[in-house]
DNA sequence: TCAAAACGTTAACAAAAGATAAGGAATTTC
DNA sequence: GAAATTCCTTATCTTTTGTTAACGTTTTGA
């Protein structure tokens, strides 16, 4: 993928919290890069600070924790979603987590010294504080939902919702992943899938 | 409390975000109302429509999703916290939890109406629009440390964890709400302090 | 292309958690 | 102030989950 068609799909995404004219994302976009990562590169490392919030214009990242020398998975970006370690970004302190490139994809990134230069340009920092506080609520109400399906939920109910609502990425997702990503373990998992396979058929 | 002193913390609140002058707070102030919630009365009702935010300045709530007619709580606010049934009230949908008091409370409200309003006024829109995205940061990032610790740690860790960060706010909640809040049965809890005791002994 | 590593499933056993019920203490309600 | 309700703990039994290991398959990387 070029670096137009990325920063086109960058904008795309910008447009739908908050719109601009195309002066205004002239502005923006010199702020923004466009940069390949390599499956099984790091976007970001734990203990370092994440330097940089992006958009997925192509392929996918994992999430993950490392507790007592295993990878905890937590959460997946696919294209079209953004990626941060948030807390980091936010707070520039160290990253607790890793994220990791699924596979060979491409990230418009904007770092937080671009950030902070487009919220003081005169033309785009209204709508820079806008799209971020439009951001943060959006990621603000998938984790709220998260959260609930924990607390409310049994892991062969979220299970169940994933299949649903996730699309065919997930398939693309190795099982163990999944497991983490329900709070279970790869074994649980297969289990669950196995009683579902024999209602279904 | 009086409704002075009920403004005086929210004016407080909104300052650790963003400072206000005299003139700006006078302004901001007329948008906001005072409320009192008696003991089980509630601040949200699952299926309306939750129309304001709120920042408790006494007393506490607590957040509680009805399934299969059992109550599970899924989160608590005390005195210096915001409360809202965030999906309901940004996206004007109808809500999926009840918010009920714990104790007598105050709370300092901002309708959705009021906070459009506050938004579009000349003087304070751009603040108001910061204190919504730091506002969202603020809780995003709570969000994320409670799905990581959902997924990286045990219950007992969980309750461990709790009893040292939450202070003596803990001592007025009824157990199984807590033991909801962990993702755990009231019987689980129960072992697992009986556990911690005999460690402790 | 071939050896090594990673994956998903299954089995057997151990550990933990859920369900239910009972009992006593504390709190609420009238 | 007394009756009723709520609350926490404990015990017992059942179910679920975790752990470990084995096996065949697929993927990876040199």
Redesign the pocket.
């Known amino acids: 993928m070029d670096s137009l068609t990325a920063l086109q799909k960058f904008r795309q995404y910008f447009e739908r919290y908050v719109p601009l004219t195309d002066e205004e994302w002239l502005a923006l976009s010199q702020y923004l890069t466009v940069d390949a990562l390599k499956k099984?590169r790091f976007y970001v490392e734990a203990g370092k600070v994440c330097d940089h919030i992006g958009l997925v214009v192509k392929g996918s990242v994992r999430y993950y924790h490392v507790k007592d020398g295993e990878e905890i998975t937590g959460y997946f970006s696919f294209e079209d979603e953004m990626l941060s370690s948030y807390k980091s970004f936010l707070t520039r302190t160290p990253a607790a987590n890793y994220i990791q490139a699924l596979e060979d994809s491409v990230i418009v990134n904007l770092s937080h010294k671009n950030l902070q230069q487009a919220c003081m340009n005169e033309l785009l920092g209204f709508k820079m504080e806008r799209f971020g506080r439009l951001t943060a609520e959006h990621y603000l109400i998938c984790y709220e939902e998260r959260i609930t399906s924990f607390i409310t939920q049994?892991?062969?109910e979220r299970y169940a919702d994933l299949l649903q609502t996730g699309g065919e990425a997930l398939y693309r997702i190795?099982?163990?992943?999944i497991a983490n990503y329900l709070?279970?373990?790869?074994?649980?998992?297969?289990?669950?899938?196995?009683r579902i396979m024999k209602i279904s058929a």
């Open positions: 099984k049994s892991p062969e190795p099982q163990h992943y709070g279970i373990t790869p074994v649980s998992l297969s289990r669950i899938r196995r």
